[in-house]
Every structure is written in structure tokens, then in C-alpha cells.
């Protein structure tokens, strides 16, 4: 469960509070957040069958 949870909900709206309180740089780290977040989903989605396999958990196909 741990490499296919909900990635980004939490760090979003982390940046969304600090955008709100600290608009100078507001706009910097949600672009930076949103490409992290982008980039775990992507790194997470594509791994996942290799992490299953190696963990023993994967079902055969039917």
C-alpha cells in the first residue's frame, strides 16, 4: 500500500495555505509542488507491476 496511496493531497494543500500567507513566493512552490507531485504519480504509476512482483504480491492475470 505504500507505493500506490493518494500522492499530493496533503503537500497541495500545504502550498495552498502558504501561498495564502506568503504571496511573493506563493506561485514559485505550487509550480514546484505540482511538478513533484507530477513527477511521484508518474515514477509510481509506471513502477508499481516491478515493485508487485519483487514484494511476491502480484495476482496472475486471468
Do not use: D
Amino acid at each position: 500500500m505504500f507505493w500506490t496511496r493518494e500522492t499530493g493531497v496533503v503537500p497541495a494543500a500545504l502550498v495552498g495555505i502558504v501561498e495564502g500567507s506568503v504571496p511573493e513566493y506563493g506561485s514559485l512552490l505550487s509550480a514546484a509542488v505540482f511538478v513533484l507531485i507530477l513527477a511521484t504519480l508518474v515514477v509510481q504509476a509506471s513502477t508499481k507491476p516491478w515493485v508487485a512482483r519483487r514484494l511476491g504480491v502480484l495476482e496472475p492475470r486471468l
